[in-house]
Structure formats: C-alpha cells, structure tokens
C-alpha cells in the first residue's frame, strides 16, 4: 500500500478520473471541490418535472469508460448501461434541406447521395482518412504527454509515421473538406466538428478533421440514465475505492519548497500533500492557487474558445421531427465563425444546437413534455455581457426555429432556466465562460496545450479539459491516463 498523499483541485471528469486511477495503485486520494456536487462542466438541473444534463451530451469512445470501472474489479457489475445511437445528429438547413447523419456509413453515405447528390465514395473514403489519422496520431497526440513526442516516435512503426507526415497541419479544416467534398451542406456539417473545441473551421487545423472517426466509424452512444449519469457511476466507483471528497472547499493558493510543491490552502486550512494535481481550468487556475507560479506563453497570451448561451425549456409538447441531437445551421456559416472569433459580436442568424435527452430517456421530461437544452454559442464574456444581449439570442433562437422547424416553441414553455458565459464561469470554473479554456485557431495553440505536468515543480499535475490533449469526455479521460503514467514515472 503506497503511503503518498495526492490532493486533486476539482471534480471534472479528468479530475475524478485520476482519482480512480490513482486510488487504484494504492495512492491516498482527496479531491477537493469548489461546489457543492461532483462534475465540474458536466451538471445536471432537476426542476418542475424535467431534468437536463447542463455539460457535454455526446458520449464516444466507450471503451474507456469501461476500463476505468473495472479497474481492480475486474469482474464487478455496475449499473452504467448505454445505448449505441442509430442516428447520431439531425441536421436541418435554410433552404428546407434535412439529413440525418445515420450511424452506419453506408447508410450515411445514401442519405447524403440522396439529400444533395454527393457521391457515397466520398464520404466513405472520407471517413476512412479520418480513421488513417487517428489511429496514426492517437497514442502520439492523445494518450501521451507532447514533451514525450520524440521518444515516442523513434519507437513507432515506419508505416505509422509516415501517414503522419501526409496530413497537412497547416491547411484548416475548412479547406481540407472542400477537397472531400461538393456539396456546401455536407462541407457545413463536416467543418462543426470545429465546434467540438470551440475553434473555428475556417482558422484551425485540418488535423481535426480525425474526429469524425469517433462518432461515424466506432460510433455515437447515450448512457440510459443520462450524461450526468457518467459522473454518478464515475463518483461511486471513487468512493468504493477510498477516494475522500471534500465539496464546497475552495483551494486558493499552493505550498511550494524549492521544486516541490508541499500542499494547498484550502478554506484557511493547510493541506499537506506528496502530489497535487489540478483538474482547474488552466486560466483560472493561475488566477488564483497558481498566481504566484511562472505563467506559459499560452495564459500570457490566451485566446479563448467560444462561450455560449443555454436555454433549457421545459416543453409541453412532443415534437416527432426532432431527435435526440439536432443542429440548425447558420445560412453563412463563415460570416458567423467571424463573428464570433474576431468581431466578438452576437450573430443574429445562429447555429442553434438542441439536444433532447427525453427522446432515450423518458422520465427527464413529465409524459407528453420534452426537455430541450437550446444551445448557441458565442464569444467569451465579462461584465459586458448584459439582460439585453440574453434577449437577443433568445429572439435569434426562436427566429431561426420558426423558419427552419416551423415551430414557434414560445407558448410550449413551461419551464426555463439560463446558462450564460458569467453563469458558466461561476457554476462549473470556465474562465470567462470560455468552454474549452483556448481556442485551436491556429497550430501553436492547436498542438502546443498546457502541459500535464509542471515545468517548475516535478510532483505538480493538470488533467481536464484545459490542457492536453483537449476538451471533452475521451480527451479529459485520456488526460487522467497521462498524469497516472507520469506520476508512476516520478
């Protein structure tokens, strides 16, 4: 039994995930939590009947949910269950085009052939790039720390590396699709998954393009229960392995000793620890227990991803023409991505973004009702974002539902309830409401995230979705893997 003392800074995914790990190989582990439940972005609101997942909703690469549980019981039953999507998005156009992004691609590949004549190869050559990609970069890029890159190369397969050396990290997303692809709809659909780092496809870097692979080659999934269901099941298996949580505990500075750092106060308390790992955003972390601590390029000089706006409505009604994910896109999608980046503007014609879990889940909404999560994004906030700018996106959203759904969802709500940049920056740490700490708009800060392990103190870590290799589910799991082997590396 190892006597090591780890204190970890916040209860994301990526922090209760290192909890787990580390627990596992015999680490006393105490995570220390701001508020007052687990889960950091990945909340959930239970009001009137309906209950909403307020974070991430698509779940992929569940494998790695799996191991975690099964660590030291490998054979122990667990209550989490999940159900690959047979449609993973619906996506609805201004001009009345509709297409479903169908998880099988041959299916899929149809469906865009039919909606608007791209030729099925495409895609499905497409899609097999996409896999190329992955696979050749995914133990480099994701699974490993960057500084260990070269090391790591000199030990991968020739065939491996030089598939690496054909992808063009320069050309962006954007120009890359238009390669692929003829049909404008089918490049929009394909340059969101910008979005899923809060980058812009027509500034950063083609090499994303793999992540489509996630969802259209091993698939798109949804826990029964529920997103916020990851975190139960992820919380208990902490706790079964005598992880303490101690909520509503607020670190606000690091003991250091020479390269050392010696522990935490926490509450006007004194933590003592061997290791101590932040699953903060890396902005906020250097704003407060950091502040002291020599700040990268990339805090000096941030430039954040994209905020949003949520409307979560309670709705009266069932609406069969929606599925569980479904995007409403922006008629120009460029002028939007502009506004957004560099004029720091609402766009008044919104790529809107609804997500009903009651579609898989049925007891989140009372029967015959629907819980919507209506997203928009937007840029990153301070004070100035006011009661004025909230009704004008919520007049955008339901303009453009009018138009594109012919639904007008106003007397169908029954419930509402908002998340703002400054609602997200107090509720869930997201420095300026910023949902992925910095953007990916070009290739330093595409390749060059905050590190998992401090330069200037040899037992200080980060996990999360601020730092390498990304945000969401896989990438912050993925995070936890990395500060596990360095710390046994120690």
């Not at 050749?136 to 491996?160: G, V």
């Not at 089918?186 to 027509?202: C, E, K, L, N, W």
Request: hydrophobic content about 40%.
């Amino acid at each position: 039994m190892k006597s090591q003392k780890i204190l970890i800074i916040g209860s994301g995914i990526g922090g209760i995930a290192s909890a787990i790990r580390l627990a596992a190989r015999g680490y006393q582990v105490t995570v220390l939590e701001k508020m007052e439940r687990p889960g950091g972005k990945m909340g959930q609101i239970k009001e009137s009947g309906f209950r909403f997942d307020t974070g991430p909703s698509l779940f992929t690469l569940p494998h790695l949910m799996n191991e975690l549980l099964h660590l030291n019981s490998p054979i122990e039953s667990h209550d989490f269950k999940y159900k690959k999507l047979e449609n993973i998005c619906r996506y609805f156009f201004e001009d009345g085009t509709e297409i479903n992004a169908l998880a099988n691609p041959l299916d899929f590949a149809g469906e865009l052939h039919a909606k608007t004549g791209e030729k099925e190869d495409h895609l499905l050559n497409y899609l097999n790039r996409a896999k190329t990609i992955f696979n050749s970069t995914a133990d480099l890029f994701i699974f490993n720390p960057l500084h260990r890159f070269l090391r790591l190369a000199m030990k991968t397969k020739p065939s491996h590396l030089k598939n690496i050396f054909t992808i063009n990290p320069l050309r962006t997303m954007h120009r890359e699709n238009k390669k692929w692809f003829r049909s404008k709809h089918v490049i929009q659909i394909f340059d969101r998954f910008a979005t899923y780092h809060g980058s812009s496809p027509y500034l950063t870097s083609s090499i994303y393009n793999m992540i489509p692979h996630l969802e259209h080659n091993i698939g798109a999934f949804f826990p029964e229960k529920g997103m916020y269901n990851i975190v139960e099941v992820l919380y208990r298996k902490a706790i079964k392995l005598g992880v303490e949580f101690r909520f509503n505990t607020e670190v606000t500075d690091l003991l250091t000793q020479g390269t050392k750092v010696t522990g935490v106060k926490a509450e006007n308390e004194i933590l003592k620890a061997d290791i101590v790992i932040s699953d903060m955003d890396i902005h906020m972390f250097y704003s407060s227990p950091g502040k002291r601590l020599k700040k990268p390029q990339a805090i000096k000089k941030r430039s954040l991803s994209s905020s949003a706006v949520i409307f979560y409505w309670g709705m009266k009604k069932q609406f069969p023409q929606l599925d569980l994910h479904n995007i409403l896109f922006s008629k120009n999608y460029q002028d939007e991505f502009d506004a957004l980046f560099n004029r720091q503007e609402l766009w008044p014609d919104p790529t809107v973004y609804i997500f009903i879990s009651s579609k898989i889940v049925p007891a989140d909404a009372p029967e015959g009702c629907e819980n919507w999560f209506v997203m928009i994004n937007v840029p990153p906030f301070g004070a100035e974002f006011n009661r004025e700018y909230l009704l004008k996106a919520k007049h955008n959203i339901i303009n453009k539902i009018k138009r594109l759904l012919n639904i007008d969802p106003s007397p169908h709500i029954v419930f509402e309830k908002v998340a703002t940049p400054a609602t997200l920056e107090a509720n869930s740490g997201a420095f300026r409401g910023a949902l992925y700490g910095n953007n990916a708009n070009n290739i330093q800060s595409a390749f060059l995230k905050h590190q998992n392990r401090s330069s200037q103190y040899k037992n200080l870590f980060f996990t999360g979705g601020t730092v390498h290799p990304g945000g969401g589910i896989p990438l912050c799991l993925a995070s936890a893997q990395i500060v596990e082997k360095e710390i046994e590396r120690m």
